[in-house]
């Protein structure tokens, strides 16, 4: 019962944290805190399928929670920023971790929900800056790939297989979640059927 009380307490205070007055930053302070929340059990997710042989760079992962994490207060005051910081702090994670498991991972996959997600974070009077920050993952795949640096650490043929599945699964989980948060903000109201 206190546990359920206490998930309940914290449920309802990320909630509020999430919240703004504008639905577009609201969405995207949704995607930031999952991101951030999803975080810490990367590095778990990588241990336990391919063994902790790449520890401790795997940890290295982990810095993007700061940035995840503090975009509903940047949204707070700034909606535009918050959105525009969540778009880029996406692209660089996924441009970081490429390099830091290297491209045979499949983790350069994520830069697809980069494009939708900078896609999905601004209206039409804010065209421009969707358009450029859709084409900033994209720019990064046309320029690094084939081109990263040597990651610190090279697995085995089977674990980057593994790791590679586990990235597309990863991805197509995202670009669901994406499409059921930012759908919520064009649903009209549910019709009742008698």
Same mark, same amino acid.
């Given at each position: 019962?206190?546990?359920?009380?206490?998930?309940?307490?914290?449920?309802?205070?990320?909630?509020?944290?999430?919240?703004?007055?504008?639905?577009?930053?609201?969405?995207?302070?949704?995607?930031?805190?999952?991101?951030?929340?999803?975080?810490?059990?990367?590095?778990?997710?990588?241990?336990?399928?391919?063994?902790?042989?790449?520890?401790?760079?795997?940890?290295?992962?982990?810095?993007?929670?700061?940035?995840?994490?503090?975009?509903?207060?940047?949204?707070?005051?700034?909606?535009?920023?918050?959105?525009?910081?969540?778009?880029?702090?996406?692209?660089?994670?996924?441009?970081?971790?490429?390099?830091?498991?290297?491209?045979?991972?499949?983790?350069?996959?994520?830069?697809?929900?980069?494009?939708?997600?900078?896609?999905?974070?601004?209206?039409?009077?804010?065209?421009?800056?969707?358009?450029?920050?859709?084409?900033?993952?994209?720019?990064?795949?046309?320029?690094?790939?084939?081109?990263?640096?040597?990651?610190?650490?090279?697995?085995?043929?089977?674990?980057?297989?593994?790791?590679?599945?586990?990235?597309?699964?990863? +991805?197509?989980?995202?670009?669901?979640?994406?499409?059921? +948060?930012?759908?919520?903000?064009?649903?009209?109201?549910?019709?009742?059927?008698?």
């Amino acid at each position: 019962m206190i546990l359920k009380t206490y998930l309940a307490e914290a449920a309802a205070r990320l909630s509020t944290y999430a919240s703004n007055d504008q639905p577009l930053a609201a969405a995207g302070n949704k995607v930031a805190l999952v991101l951030a929340g999803n975080t810490p059990f990367y590095p778990m997710y990588v241990v336990g399928l391919v063994g902790s042989e790449g520890m401790p760079t795997i940890l290295m992962t982990l810095f993007s929670f700061p940035f995840f994490a503090t975009i509903p207060a940047i949204s707070r005051r700034y909606p535009l920023l918050g959105r525009a910081t969540l778009s880029i702090a996406g692209s660089a994670n996924t441009v970081f971790c490429t390099w830091l498991l290297g491209e045979r991972s499949g983790t350069e996959l994520f830069l697809i929900p980069c494009i939708t997600l900078a896609s999905l974070l601004f209206g039409t009077g804010e065209r421009v800056w969707a358009l450029l920050l859709a084409a900033l993952p994209l720019g990064a795949y046309i320029l690094l790939h084939g081109h990263f640096w040597p990651p610190p650490h090279l697995y085995q043929d089977s674990a980057y297989s593994a790791l590679f599945s586990m990235n597309a699964i990863s +991805v197509g989980t995202l670009s669901i979640f994406l499409g059921i +948060v930012f759908s919520g903000l064009y649903a009209g109201p549910s019709k009742r059927t008698h």
